[in-house]
């Protein structure tokens, strides 16, 4: 089955961080760029980060600059996401998607900024 | 950035009626436009396109239309199933952007 599964949310302090990971199968992952895309509680979509295929072209939202990390692993078939200096303003959930049109979401980690 | 601005940002509808929805774009971005579907508490799911590209698997009744700036999601006879909200993304350039979404509601 072509999927993609996210994990790693959880609750954080402010100021803290967090790895998220998407797991990929079902199909090439390594043919494919990927994104991340975040959506705050009743709120709408975001796209926060982008990486190519190879990992030589990536992209970042202002709203996560210098803050968050995006990477890929091909032989695990694995997206990440390192979330540092979290805000409360980061609450959402976090889709890993695939390419540039988004044929195929995961289905979304929820990430908490709390004290 | 490209702003995307969709209209109305919520509509009640009676089954079978139809539903447009428009997606205004601050510049140009040719056909870089796509549509989503996402019901409550699942991911969104792509409907169309490349602005008028139906998605392998999408009913007949959604279609996509428009160029440029201005762009349209049309349902033709809404179906109780269809309730959800709608987003259009833009493809054109970084940072990717969407519209803030249309809720359709079932009377």
């Known amino acids: 089955e072509v999927q993609l599964v996210d994990s790693g949310g959880g609750l954080v302090q402010p100021g803290g961080s967090l790895r998220l990971s998407c797991a990929a199968s079902?199909?090439?992952?390594?043919?494919?760029?990927m994104n991340w895309v975040r959506q705050a509680p009743g709120k709408g979509l975001e796209w926060i980060s982008y990486?190519?295929?190879?990992?030589?072209?990536?992209y970042y939202a202002d709203s996560v600059k210098g803050r968050f990390t995006i990477s890929r692993d091909n032989a695990k078939e694995s997206l990440y996401l390192q979330m540092n200096s979290l805000r409360a303003e980061d609450t959402a959930v976090h889709y890993c998607?695939?390419?540039?049109?988004?044929?195929?979401w995961g289905q979304g980690t929820l990430v908490t900024v709390s004290s | 950035e490209i702003v995307l601005t969709q209209s109305p940002d919520f509509q009640s509808v009676t089954p079978k009626e139809k539903v447009t929805i428009t997606c205004r774009a601050s510049?140009?971005?040719?056909?870089?436009l796509h549509w989503y579907q996402q019901k409550p508490d699942q991911s969104p799911k792509l409907l169309i396109k490349?602005?008028?590209q139906s998605f392998s698997g999408v009913p007949s009744r959604f279609s996509g239309r428009g160029s440029g700036t201005e762009f349209t999601l049309t349902i033709n006879s809404l179906e109780a199933e269809d309730a959800a909200t709608y987003y259009c993304?833009?493809?054109?350039?970084?940072?990717?952007?969407f519209g803030q979404g249309t809720k359709v509601e079932i009377k």
């Open positions: 990486i190519s295929s190879s990992s030589s072209t990536i």
């Open positions: 510049q140009s971005i040719g056909s870089s």
């Open positions: 079902g199909f090439t992952f390594s043919d494919y760029s």
């Open positions: 993304h833009q493809s054109s350039s970084l940072p990717w952007t």
């Open positions: 998607a695939r390419d540039t049109v988004i044929y195929l």
């Open positions: 490349y602005a008028s």
